[in-house]
């Protein structure tokens, strides 16, 4: 996720803003691979990052998953996603875990709950 804002911010500046706040003690939990850049890919793509409209992802571990919210800002005149990327999520995790990815859209943000793994 780190390399990806890094080209990310080289795009976009100070239009975008990832703060991640999870405790020390969730680090050593697991999300499965990309997940993250998924989730945050999807941000970019369907919002509007702008100096005039900036876009704050916020990364949060609560209960047994990671959240990961946006500021909903949707583009003008964008065109119908597919749900391919958060239907391949949803199936991926179905191998691995009894909980199931969350997408909540609501009239301010977009908020995406996927389950940590716990270190066996």
């Known amino acids: 996720m780190q390399s990806y804002y890094f080209l990310q911010k080289i795009r976009f500046g100070d239009s975008l803003t990832i703060n991640v706040k999870i405790d020390a003690d969730r680090l050593n939990d697991y999300v499965l691979p990309l997940s993250i850049q998924i989730l945050i890919e999807n941000a970019i793509k369907h919002n509007e990052v702008s ?3 900036p876009m704050l992802i916020e990364l949060v571990a609560e209960n047994s998953f990671l959240i990961v919210s946006n500021n909903l800002q949707k583009k003008i005149n964008l065109e119908e996603g597919t749900g391919i990327g958060l239907l391949n999520l ?3 995790y179905k191998h691995i875990t009894e909980l199931q990815p969350e997408f ?3 009239t301010e943000k977009y908020i995406a709950k996927i389950p940590l793994i716990k270190e066996a």
């Open 90 to 92: 949803k199936d991926r």
């Open 104 to 106: 909540i859209v609501t």
């Open 51 to 53: 100096s005039e409209h």
